[in-house]
């Protein structure tokens, strides 16, 4: 009898005697009936157990069944939309030889990498082991091999080389789309590099900011300086224009090497206005926290706006990383439609695959719409501002890009978030273990409905570009949107689509007019519905277009009408209830702070 048998007799007739009456059995060597799937191999503690073979263990069976996990393939190959919006219009071969390499690198180096920077976050050194105060950024290999791959693959740099002229901000952002969700949120210092190059380059290059602006923009990994963006108030937030005088600063930033930042702040007479600066950090800040004026004496610094002008300067930077944002939702939003896909065809529930569940296959097919939606709605502002960046932008060009780029940001932004929590659905409980990665991507998904502009903001941002153009970006809206739908009006299978989207847009057009009628009160508070409004109707155009492309498929064209088929107007719906109305907002405030009805 081995040691381990012995053992166990020893065990069970101490602790179980009077399941056993206290009658001796003997172990005998009992061979499970599973066997194990080809090409595994039977853990050491599976075959302990068997070995010892006692008859209360002979029940009790560790399964040799494990779970496949979702497998993430080249992104780029997985993504048809992708391939076929670039087929479409900028069918360079060197272009899809690129992204098909860096979607290969992604799926089987980058990506794991993210994983390393999400388990290995950056961390605050104070102090060094002999007490002296160093206050050094810890980061992770990987997160500086981020830095280096962003470089390399010119993931800022594409949008400034303008190699394929006005769509060059369209293939720069759809490598961004597939390296987002691998990124371990190395997009977001990306996105605030690409923002501050925007500022220099819109009030033009030269010294003393030419340096920053080459090092900005640079493939050279050893060169590559990102940026970040402060403001002086203390805690941040949407309304740009209001800061604190003598306010403190946070400049704690997450990197360890040279940087350089944009700030915004107010100069000592207010009556100046806000001005924006730039910052150089050449090495880490030994405090955490310095006053506006210390920065300024600490640091290089050099005006870059002029006096007044900080805020009107900063908003190239603001539609620079709202798109950002955009992209990041679109991409979230496929990455785990993508991941949701692949465990469809390798998990099994009640006697088959997933993917051969109908109601699975529906739920599927809902977000498919939803991200192939937000897709085409991103890429078409980055169409727009490849446009005015290459000098070819009409007047409609102008006045669309600034209406959409709030809008594309919050409505990406919300729908990132249902889809995901939709999607990690998918994987049951997997779904929730923190282990698998899946629960970071609704978590990054949370914050893109939150920053460059919560969804409320954006909306009376929305309020505000329509009355500072006059109404204008809303007439260069409707005519685009209708020339989108007069290029299908000859393709019988999309005429419900086209007639939905229609119908919606003389209700908007109906609605705007009645509502300029009513006040700034009555159109503030319907702000919000006024901006899905206009994302969705806009959306269904775009999925009609390529749907009506020559090289589209019937999946374009499903696509265009399954969207069609919700409330693409939502605030004319809600007008109808009444809404707007001036009653509303007292009752809407009492029902929030409802109080119990004392006596």
């Not at 805690?235 to 946070?250: A, F, I, R, T």
């Amino acid at each position: 009898m081995s040691a381990v048998s012995a053992l166990l007799n020893r065990r069970v007739a101490r602790g179980c005697g009077r399941l056993w009456s206290g009658v001796p059995r003997p172990l005998t060597h009992i061979r499970s009936a599973s066997v194990a799937e080809a090409g595994t191999r039977r853990s050491d503690e599976e075959q302990l157990w068997e070995a010892a073979g006692h008859p209360l263990f002979t029940r009790a069976r560790i399964g040799s069944f494990f779970q496949e996990k979702a497998v993430l393939k080249n992104p780029f190959l997985e993504d048809t939309l992708l391939r076929g919006y670039l087929r479409r219009h900028l069918p360079q071969e060197v272009v899809f030889s690129d992204l098909c390499a860096f979607g290969e690198r992604v799926a089987k180096e980058v990506d794991g990498w993210g994983r390393e920077c999400e388990v290995n976050p950056p961390r605050l050194v104070h102090f060094d082991p002999w007490g002296r105060r160093v206050d050094h950024i810890v980061t992770s290999e990987a997160w500086r091999r981020m830095k280096d791959l962003s470089a390399q693959e010119g993931l800022v740099a594409i949008g400034y080389e303008r190699s394929f002229g006005e769509w060059s901000r369209v293939y720069q952002m759809s490598k961004l789309y597939i390296y987002c969700p691998s990124s371990g949120l190395y997009t977001c210092p990306l996105a605030m590099t690409d923002g501050a190059a925007k500022v220099i380059q819109s009030i033009g290059v030269s010294w003393p900011v030419e340096e920053a602006y080459s090092r900005l923009t640079t493939r050279q990994p050893e060169l590559f300086w990102t940026s970040g963006q402060w403001m002086t108030e203390r805690q941040g937030g949407s309304d740009v224009g209001q800061y604190l005088m003598d306010g403190w600063m946070d400049v704690h930033w997450l990197h360890s090497r040279p940087m350089v930042s944009t700030v915004a702040l107010q100069l000592e007479d207010p009556l100046h206005g806000v001005c924006m600066f730039s910052l150089c950090m050449l090495v880490n800040c030994p405090y955490k926290y310095l006053k506006i004026v210390d920065v300024l004496i600490c640091f290089l610094q050099h005006q870059l706006s002029d006096e007044g002008r900080g805020v009107a300067s900063i908003a190239n930077m603001l539609t620079i990383t709202r798109i950002h944002n955009s992209v990041s939702a679109a991409s979230t939003m496929r990455r785990v439609l993508q991941l949701a896909r692949d465990y469809a065809t390798r998990r099994t529930a009640f006697g088959k695959l997933l993917k051969d569940h109908p109601l699975h296959m529906q739920t599927l097919a809902r977000m498919e719409v939803e991200t192939r939606g937000a897709f085409l709605l991103v890429m078409d502002v980055c169409r727009l501002l490849g446009r005015e960046e290459s000098g070819i932008a009409t007047q409609l060009d102008t006045h669309l890009l600034r209406l959409l780029t709030p809008v594309v940001k919050l409505y990406t932004g919300k729908q990132a978030v249902a889809v995901v929590s939709e999607g990690l659905e998918s994987f049951g409980g997997q779904g929730y273990i923190e282990d698998t990665g899946l629960p970071g991507l609704l978590r990054d998904a949370q914050v893109l409905s939150i920053w460059e502009g919560t969804t409320n903001v954006l909306s009376l941002d929305v309020l505000r570009c329509v009355a500072r153009s006059s109404g204008m970006v809303l007439h260069a809206y409707f005519t685009h949107v209708k020339s989108l739908l007069a290029g299908a009006s000859s393709v019988s299978s999309l005429a419900p689509a086209v007639k939905a989207v229609d119908g919606s847009l003389s209700e908007l057009e109906e609605f705007v007019h009645v509502a300029a009628s009513r006040g700034q009160s009555y159109l503030e508070l319907a702000a919000r519905d006024l901006a899905y409004s206009l994302a969705r109707i806009y959306t269904g155009a775009l999925l009609i277009d390529h749907a009506c492309w020559k090289g589209a498929s019937p999946s374009d064209s499903y696509a265009a009408l399954r969207w069609c088929e919700q409330d693409l107007c939502p605030v004319v719906a809600k007008q109808k209830r009444g809404c707007y109305d001036s009653r509303t907002p007292p009752l809407d405030a009492a029902l929030v702070y409802d109080q119990p009805i004392e006596g």
